[in-house]
């Protein structure tokens, strides 16, 4: 029987599995980082004050997404082409979730309801990305190569989801509550459904290349099908509740530079 620890272990110890989990991670973090900075650049007047914040969550994207090449370097690996079936952040946008990249391309003020539309899909993407970090960190905080830097990416991403909390909370306050639970709702909705398709093209190519057999790809898709279940039945809740944060002002300050990775 295999585990979490003991499936990411096999990831990380082959060059070309671990090349493309790290290309993908890359990939993603990067757009993450675009994104942000644009919208912080698109504010409208009335949320000016949020411009720091939004222009932090970027820098700390873009930070990921360096940490992920450098890894890549470290072993003397490039990074691989994203196959369109497991970018998460385009899946999301064809689904009309989050602000779309030909809105953000144009030099428009955005709406506030666009952020509102900007911060509920964050809060729901967070959620996940938290998670994720949450279980590598569990398993992988102390490994020398992968270590320090998932260590870092949770930290960052425990502070991007306290950030969207409170804002989602402020602007809730002003009014939008009505919106911000409905988008909530559409997104984590459409959310659970684009994780459960990339961590199936993630979970075959990664089998294609591990030679994993069938027996064993098979329970691996049985896995992600029952987790899809339970967000669809229930686990989607948990990404549209709002709490006001231990980690108040989360992104209130510098973002942290990127490690080297010698």
């Not at 391309?105 to 809060?123: F, M």
Request: one cysteine or more; aromatic letters at 6%.
């Amino acid at each position: 029987m295999f585990s979490a620890r003991s499936l990411f272990q096999e990831i990380v110890d082959n060059d070309a599995s671990y090349r493309l989990f790290c290309s993908i991670a890359a990939s993603g973090e990067a757009q993450g980082g675009w994104e942000n900075g644009r919208i912080a650049a698109l504010l409208p007047d009335s949320q000016r004050a949020l411009a720091p914040k939004v222009a932090r969550h970027g820098a700390d994207e873009d930070k990921h997404g360096r940490i992920f090449n450098a890894l890549l370097r470290k072993r003397g690996l490039t990074p691989v082409e994203v196959p369109a079936a497991t970018d998460y952040t385009m899946l999301l946008e064809r689904r009309g979730i989050g602000l779309a990249h030909d809105r953000l391309r144009r030099d428009e003020p955005l709406s506030e309801r666009d952020i509102v539309t900007y911060l509920a899909h964050s809060r729901v993407t967070e959620q996940r990305a938290a998670e994720q970090m949450v279980l590598l960190r569990r398993y992988f905080g102390d490994h020398p190569e992968v270590g320090r830097a998932v260590r870092m990416i949770c930290h960052d991403e425990e502070n991007h989801l306290a950030y969207c909390h409170e804002e989602l909370l402020r602007l809730a306050g002003a009014g939008h509550g009505r919106a911000i639970q409905r988008t909530l709702r559409e997104c984590a909705l459409a959310e659970i459904a684009v994780h459960r398709d990339v961590s199936l093209a993630v979970m075959a190519r990664m089998g294609r290349i591990l030679g994993w057999s069938r027996a064993r790809s098979a329970l691996l898709r049985a896995g992600i099908a029952a987790l899809y279940g339970y967000e669809r039945l229930f686990g989607w809740r948990r990404m549209v509740s709002l709490a006001m944060p231990e980690r108040q002002n989360a992104l209130g300050g510098p973002a942290t530079a990127a490690p080297e990775f010698a």
